[in-house]
């Protein structure tokens, strides 16, 4: 194991002083840490493809090498500024990248981890990036030296860091809840409501895993679920999607981190959306399942921002009082919605996660 101030002070001291990544939890220690010290040079960006480019600005105003945190599901949404601006053959930008790498080979992992981790190694080979992965204290300088070559070079490097690699730190506080309203409670309430006929597709992280942990804990099968087990950012998109070839009510349960990795599919389901379509905006303020990062949208007006973007109806719950009769109101209205639960971040310890996904899909589709 190594520490995540190791590798940090060991980027500093390449003339790196600027930090920006979509948090993970393989990471978690790494934006713990940044976030602790870095207050005016560490941003949370809503997507990899965003991080990379708010590093590439911060190189042609700074002419310092940025570094960038992510994923390796998240490498995918990086590509286009990684190619077709960064690249050695067109502008030629060094970049450091972090990359946390789910379902490594020497780990076992979901699914979708285990997919993604088998090529990732293959996806930097193809970009002509050369990495380094990061298992102990020598390893890092290694690093230290694809680093000076980057710089020298202008090319972009890259490490990667499985699941237990970052030693865990001690944090000062525990992340207290933004809003108050017991998201348990509130998912219950949801779905016991809910006709047998209404389809839900819901984000990955933690959304989904409830609503499967819930379901079983009250035993509510009134209706059925498609569990977004990746594609951050694609929950409103897939929903839409379902719900313009089928007349059964479409929930799309979505977070606050995912809405805002790629904003711009609301605005197509505010445009193209039938009455069918319902949504639904769990609002943590926090990349809860990775760490509790803020996302930063307690401040954005989605009363008006979702009326701007063609939703009819806006609707708000962030106590439990009358929470039926909100719930019942929001779905029952005829014109296309927006709800709003101002939630807290999850209680609920040892989640499972959805394993036979083959026959969640068969079932979803009956």
């Known amino acids: 194991m190594i520490k995540a101030n190791t590798l940090i002070n060991l980027i500093r001291k390449n003339n790196c002083n600027f930090f920006t990544g979509v948090p993970d939890s393989i990471l978690k220690e790494l934006s713990f840490s940044l976030q602790n010290?870095?207050?005016?040079?560490?941003?949370?960006?809503?997507?990899?493809?965003?991080?990379?480019?708010?590093?590439i600005g911060h190189y042609l105003s700074t002419k310092k090498i940025p570094c960038i945190y992510m994923q390796n599901s998240g490498?995918?949404?990086?590509?286009?500024?990684?190619?077709?601006?960064?690249?050695?053959k067109v502008y030629s930008i060094p970049l450091i990248l972090i990359i946390g790498w789910r379902g490594s080979p020497k780990t076992s992992d979901e699914p979708q981890h285990n997919v993604k981790g088998k090529i990732t190694e293959n996806i930097l080979k193809l970009l002509n990036i050369k990495y380094k992965i990061i298992r102990r204290d020598k390893d890092l300088k290694k690093f230290d030296k694809l680093i000076k070559?980057?710089?020298?070079?202008?090319?972009?490097?890259?490490?990667?860091i499985e699941k237990g690699t970052l030693e865990k730190i001690k944090r000062v506080k525990k992340k207290k809840d933004f809003y108050k309203l017991n998201k348990e409670?509130?998912?219950?309430?949801?779905?016991?409501?809910?006709?047998?006929?209404?389809?839900?597709?819901?984000?990955?992280?933690?959304?989904?895993?409830?609503l499967m942990y819930l379901r079983k804990k009250y035993k509510i099968n009134k209706s059925k679920d498609f569990y977004m087990v990746g594609g951050m950012g694609h929950t409103t998109s897939v929903a839409l999607g379902y719900?313009?070839?089928?007349?059964?009510?479409?929930?799309?349960?979505?977070?606050?981190?995912?809405?805002?990795?790629?904003?711009?599919?609301?605005?197509?389901?505010?445009?193209?959306?039938?009455?069918?379509?319902k949504y639904v905006l769990l609002n943590n303020n926090s990349h809860d399942s990775?760490?509790?990062?803020?996302?930063?949208?307690?401040?954005?007006?989605?009363?008006?921002?979702?009326?701007?973007?063609?939703?009819?109806?806006?609707?708000?719950?962030?106590?439990?009082?009358?929470?039926?009769?909100?719930?019942?109101?929001?779905?029952?209205?005829?014109?296309?919605g927006f709800l709003e639960v101002k939630i807290s971040n999850n209680k609920i310890?040892?989640?499972?996660?959805?394993?036979?996904?083959?026959?969640?899909k068969n079932q979803f589709m009956k």
């Open 290 to 336: 990775v760490g509790g990062q803020n996302t930063y949208a307690n401040d954005i007006d989605f009363k008006n921002l979702s009326k701007s973007l063609g939703f009819k109806n806006y609707h708000l719950i962030k106590k439990n009082d009358g929470i039926k009769r909100n719930i019942q109101k929001f779905l029952t209205n005829k014109n296309l």
């Open 243 to 277: 719900s313009l070839s089928n007349k059964k009510k479409i929930l799309c349960i979505d977070g606050d981190g995912s809405l805002l990795m790629h904003l711009g599919s609301i605005k197509t389901v505010g445009s193209f959306a039938k009455k069918n379509f």
């Open 349 to 360: 310890k040892n989640l499972p996660r959805p394993t036979n996904l083959i026959k969640i």
């Open 37 to 55: 010290q870095s207050k005016n040079n560490h941003i949370i960006a809503t997507s990899e493809g965003a991080a990379v480019s708010l590093g």
């Open 75 to 88: 490498l995918s949404n990086a590509l286009n500024p990684l190619i077709s601006i960064a690249h050695k």
């Open 149 to 160: 070559d980057a710089k020298k070079k202008n090319s972009i490097v890259a490490c990667l």
């Open 185 to 210: 409670f509130f998912l219950k309430t949801l779905l016991q409501l809910l006709g047998k006929d209404t389809k839900i597709i819901a984000s990955t992280g933690y959304n989904s895993r409830e």
